[in-house]
């Protein structure tokens, strides 16, 4: 693996969502915000973001257009595959955070997905990574994070995040995204979605159980106390690769050589 220094894992790879008053989300969860609150605040948070150099130091779009090229094509086989509910009602942009030492991706509402250069350098092949994105991709199709919003943040905030101009709140948003933390069963339901994601693709399907057989490998890997709040990494691998058997995938493809030269479009990792 490129790079030096212990890297944090931040397996949350948060993606939050909310749908309309007194409906009920994809995952089964109660929601009060409609699909265009969840674009508006997740547009709101995404200008944040952009806003925060020192904090987000995302990656030029055209300077570094080959890397994206590569990223949204990824992304595109996800969406094409039928299987993502909300295909066209996100927006699913993506932008690369360029620190090597962070091993992490984030989603915002509406489907804003942001990835860190310690993970695109920490993966193996693409099929990991296509399997963590697309498990992020499920946390956001699915629409998990109300209640962890709403806890950490109460209704009224998040509500006037979407109607209002509140900088400091968003910049904290943003920030803390991270720290959310999902339910064991909505891991292994996005688990699960991801595999059903990558089903329809080329890629091998168990990519995600793949990236989480390597985090237990890697001894310079410093796994945070917030990653024995979810599935035991060794169900979640075993679970993953039942879901593969059981919806038969045919996919095999890591494409290992073409990720190696996408690593080459990146800067050099430090």
């Given at each position: 693996m490129q790079?030096?220094?212990?890297?944090t894992?931040?397996?949350?790879?948060?993606c939050?969502?909310?749908?309309?008053?007194?409906?009920?989300?994809e995952?089964?969860?109660?929601?009060?915000?409609?699909l265009?609150?969840?674009?508006?605040l997740g547009?709101?948070?995404?200008?944040s973001i952009?806003?925060?150099p020192?904090?987000?130091?995302?990656?030029d779009s055209?300077?570094y257009?080959q890397a994206?090229a590569h990223?949204?094509?990824l992304?595109?086989?996800?969406?094409?595959t039928?299987?993502?509910?909300?295909?066209?009602d996100?927006?699913?942009?993506?932008?690369?955070i360029?620190?090597?030492?962070?091993?992490?991706?984030?989603?915002t509402?509406?489907g804003y997905?942001?990835v860190?250069?310690?993970l695109?350098?920490?993966?193996?092949?693409e099929?990991?990574l296509?399997?963590?994105?697309a498990?992020?991709m499920a946390?956001?199709d699915l629409?998990?994070s109300?209640?962890q919003?709403?806890?950490?943040?109460?209704?009224?905030?998040l509500l006037?995040l979407?109607?209002g101009?509140?900088?400091?709140a968003?910049?904290?948003?943003?920030?803390?995204?991270t720290?959310?933390?999902?339910s064991?069963?909505d891991e292994?339901?996005?688990?699960?979605?991801?595999?059903?994601y990558?089903?329809?693709t080329t890629?091998?399907?168990s990519?995600?159980?793949?990236?989480?057989?390597?985090?237990?490998?890697?001894?310079s890997?410093?796994?945070p106390a917030?990653f024995s709040?979810?599935?035991?990494p060794?169900?979640?691998?075993a679970?993953?690769?039942?879901?593969?058997?059981?919806l038969?995938?045919?996919g095999?493809?890591?494409?290992?050589?073409?990720?190696?030269?996408f690593?080459?479009?990146?800067?050099e990792?430090k």
């Open positions: 790079g030096s220094g212990r890297l894992v931040v397996f949350t790879i948060v939050f969502g909310i749908i309309s008053i007194s409906g009920c989300s995952g089964g969860g109660v929601n009060i915000f409609s265009e609150d969840d674009r508006a547009a709101k948070i995404a200008a952009a806003s925060d020192a904090q987000f130091p995302v990656l055209v300077q257009h994206y990223l949204y094509a992304r595109d086989s996800i969406l094409q039928g299987s993502v509910v909300h295909a066209t996100f927006n699913w942009e993506i932008a690369i360029h620190q090597d030492t962070i091993v992490n991706a984030f989603c509402p509406g997905i942001y860190y250069t310690g695109l350098q920490f993966v193996d092949n099929a990991q296509a399997g963590v994105l498990h992020e946390h956001a629409r998990h109300t209640d919003l709403t806890k950490a943040y109460g209704i009224s905030l006037n979407i109607v101009e509140n900088g400091s968003l910049a904290e948003v943003a920030a803390n995204l720290q959310l933390a999902f064991r069963s292994s339901q996005a688990d699960a979605f991801a595999v059903q990558l089903c329809g890629y091998d399907a990519g995600a159980a793949g990236f989480f057989e390597k985090v237990q490998q890697d001894d890997t410093q796994i917030f709040t979810h599935p035991n060794d169900d979640r691998v679970e993953i690769k039942e879901e593969v058997a059981q038969q995938c045919t095999t493809q890591t494409y290992q050589d073409s990720y190696r030269r690593l080459s479009t990146l800067p990792a």
